[in-house]
């Protein structure tokens, strides 16, 4: 990828070059040209599909996942009938996850157990959904009522009665916000249709929608690698010599640079620039300090595509003028991040200990081996010390970048609720992040605050890695 001036986004140069050169508007017509081939060979390079190829995939996803995944969540938990609920301009989190589409006025995905090895699957909504929709192709009953006066009472109603469901499961969480979709309004709407006998039988279903989400599939799986790929290439690209300029790029210039080559790439995302020199953690996206040579650069951040959205980090150090490798004490900083990162990842076993006994199990070890433990654990502030430390503060990842499973961290229900009292679910992905602070000797002991964070699905003897974790620092030349 070719450079650019630091802190000037690839389209504002070409529409400057273009009016430059044509004294009008179209110039810039001309640089939009531009723009959409560049943006059209950046994803063919990529490999990422165009959107009949897309739809596609989400189908097929999508259908696995309802066929697959919504019976054992609703078996599990007692419920007969799933409703969710969706609005325009107000959507349910988990709409896109159940058939997406436009639900108009009011919208019901509605599933229902009659016995069989798949659900029964209705949609009622007010606006007819194309041919080339997931509701269309994958729901076996659709129900549209336009913009009349009953509107989805009367077919609410019918839907309901005449399966006289035993419990009807709505998505209602108090710490799950992915399971938090049903509104106030919506609930009346619901109760108003069904009578008094059947609102009884009205019941929160949080522990389903979870168990929906974390039973992840061959599709889910096969897709969420390939994104995960693509986010590291993106952010190894963006943590290179093509891009970084040792005097000139800022940590906002590589932020602008993320967010822009997303668009080219056809998804969208970015990422938390942050900057170490010799100990000393920088501001945050200043726009007025230039990385020197000796910085060490990390990017924490992801791309989402079709409901998906990873989130993981890349780490790089500028060498100096003559240095062709890191400092040993740096190099050696990163594998020890690594060493407790594989330790982490091998401790993470389903159906044992809940998220914050893992978080404790991980805490003792880790100060077995010398290291102070962060607390509380959040990685948000970040300080430069003079002693080795160890942050832990992984996640459930995959849908959102903090998704609806497991948290690894400490018991504080104020800011994880429940999740870190949750085992982890065989299949789920989990977000495996931490620091390691270490004393760097040509930096007078301060420690370097090094941040690793990678994606494992859990399996029987804890997370596999989707794909290969960063082993070695990325280098960016100074010459």
């Avoid at 979870?210 to 590291?232: A, G, H, I, V």
């Avoid at 004393?439 to 090094?450: Q, R, S, V």
């Amino acid at each position: 990828m070719p450079r650019r001036p630091a802190g000037r986004k690839p389209m504002q140069l070409l529409c400057g070059l273009c009016l430059a050169l044509a004294g009008g508007l179209i110039g810039c017509t001309t640089a939009g040209v531009g723009e959409l081939d560049r943006a059209r060979t950046a994803a063919e390079d990529y490999g990422v599909p165009g959107a009949a190829e897309r739809f596609e995939i989400k189908k097929a996803t999508v259908r696995e996942k309802i066929e697959t995944a919504v019976l054992p969540a609703m078996r599990r938990h007692g419920v007969d009938m799933w409703i969710t609920f969706s609005r325009e301009n107000h959507y349910d989190p988990i709409q896109d996850e159940v058939g997406g589409g436009f639900p108009g006025v009011r919208g019901a995905y509605i599933f229902f157990d009659d016995g069989g090895e798949t659900p029964e699957k209705i949609y009622v909504g007010s606006h007819e959904q194309p041919a080339n929709s997931i509701v269309g192709e994958v729901y076996d009953q659709t129900i549209y009522y336009g913009y009349t006066a009953e509107g989805i009472t009367p077919h609410l109603r019918r839907v309901v009665v005449e399966r006289d469901p035993q419990s009807i499961g709505v998505n209602v969480s108090r710490t799950l916000p992915s399971a938090d979709g049903l509104t106030v309004s919506m609930r009346d709407v619901l109760e108003e249709a069904v009578g008094p006998e059947l609102r009884r039988r009205i019941v929160p279903v949080e522990l389903v929608v979870r168990d929906f989400k974390l039973n992840r599939t061959p599709k889910e799986t096969e897709l969420y690698t390939r994104l995960l790929e693509w986010t590291s290439r993106w952010q190894s690209e963006a943590l290179s010599a093509q891009v970084v300029i040792a005097g000139e790029t800022t940590a906002l210039d590589i932020a602008w640079w993320l967010q822009d080559r997303a668009r080219e790439l056809g998804m969208t995302g970015g990422g938390t620039v942050r900057v170490v020199r010799e100990g000393e953690l920088l501001p945050i996206h200043a726009a007025d300090i230039a990385v020197q040579p000796g910085d060490i650069l990390s990017i924490d951040g992801g791309l989402e595509y079709l409901g998906y959205a990873t989130d993981i980090k890349r780490a790089a150090y500028i060498l100096r003028p003559g240095e062709t490798v890191p400092p040993a004490s740096i190099e050696q900083a990163w594998r020890d991040a690594v060493e407790i990162g594989q330790l982490y990842a091998d401790s993470l076993v389903p159906d044992s200990l809940a998220g914050h006994e893992i978080w404790a199990a991980l805490a003792a070890e880790t100060q077995a081996r010398g290291y102070m433990v962060a607390t509380p654990d959040a990685g948000g502030a970040a300080a430069s010390t003079t002693e080795p430390e160890v942050g832990i503060y992984g996640h459930s990842v995959g849908n959102v970048a903090h998704d609806i499973g497991t948290r690894v961290a400490q018991d504080l229900p104020f800011a994880y609720g429940d999740r870190v009292r949750f085992a982890l679910a065989t299949g789920e992905w989990q977000s495996v992040e931490l620091h390691v602070s270490t004393p760097i000797p040509e930096w007078g002991g301060k420690t370097w605050y090094a941040r690793f964070e990678e994606t494992g699905q859990i399996g029987p003897d804890g997370a596999e890695w989707l794909i290969p974790v960063q082993e070695e620092l990325l280098l960016i030349s100074s010459e």
